[in-house]
């Protein structure tokens, strides 16, 4: 997660071990289940990110389907393309989600994860989502919002400071339970809408303790916080751990929608 959706590599470097803890594992299976690839689909992965979506899509389409990853992120792209070196069935590219370098009605599915939560304009992506999916075609749009975020700490106010200046990291925090008018404004049919809730109780890497780490950095160059108190509350958590204390929850909001014919 950034800001920007852009990355360094030692940013993507962090994004990839939170992609690889058991919740985004278990959320990655679940998106799949909703939107149910079948060999020969044809799949868009707006935002592909280190690779896990498309090259685990990529299996389930099979040598006749055709996985295409974008992101805006040079260095995710480095490692989508280490990490989908092996099939042949994905493609990779650079591109934005307001601006999909694909073929109107190219795609049978599409999935975008925590992407459209970091774009400017929302509208403008669900625009270009709708514009490529074929009629019928089917996508997971999931988002989250982070009033969500339940969070135990022995300094309560401390933790409401911080997550109040994390809001800023992106600019919807709240899309997760706002997406609906936007899907339906573009044509899109909502089928479901399903919670994926992480919870966490320890910091052994976990989701939890990779988001800690994530948003310590983030609040030690926020103005409101700085890096004294950004550590502080980090502290807070990791001394929380040791007594066997941790308790954190987080929902995202997947979208199953389709296309009209």
């Not at 393309?81 to 109107?104: E, F, H, K, M, S």
């Not at 190219?106 to 625009?127: G, H, I």
């Not at 709240?174 to 049919?189: D, E, I, V, W, Y």
Request: hydrophobic letters at 40%; charged letters at 25%.
């Amino acid at each position: 997660m950034g800001g920007t959706l852009d990355y360094d590599e030692a940013e993507a470097r962090q994004e990839e071990a939170i992609y690889s803890t058991p919740a985004a594992v278990a959320r990655r299976d679940r998106v799949r289940d909703l939107f149910a690839p079948e060999p020969g689909d044809k799949v868009l992965s707006i935002g592909c990110g280190p690779g896990f979506e498309p090259a685990e899509i990529g299996w389930a389409v099979g040598n006749a389907g055709h996985v295409h990853g974008i992101d805006r992120s040079k260095a995710m792209l480095e490692l989508s393309r280490a990490r989908c070196a092996p099939l042949p069935q994905v493609t990779l590219a650079q591109g934005n989600a307001d601006d999909l370098p694909v073929a109107d009605e190219s795609a049978d599915a599409a999935v975008a994860v925590q992407v459209f939560e970091y774009l400017e304009t929302v509208a403008s992506a669900v625009s270009e989502l709708a514009r490529v999916l074929r009629p019928g075609g089917t996508a997971v749009v999931c988002d989250a919002d982070f009033s969500s975020l339940v969070w135990r700490s022995p300094n309560p106010e401390r933790m409401a400071r911080v997550l109040d200046a994390f809001d800023d990291h992106c600019p919807h925090p709240r899309l997760g339970s706002h997406l609906a008018p936007h899907l339906r404004g573009a044509g899109l049919t909502i089928d479901r809408v399903e919670p994926n809730t992480i919870v966490n109780t320890s910091l052994d890497d976990t989701f939890a303790a990779h988001l800690m780490t994530f948003i310590e950095d983030y609040a030690a160059d926020h103005e409101a916080i700085g890096p004294r108190e950004a550590q502080a509350w980090a502290d807070d958590l990791r001394e929380q751990a040791a007594h066997g204390e941790t308790f954190f929850s987080f929902t995202q909001y997947c979208y199953l929608v389709h296309k009209p014919a």
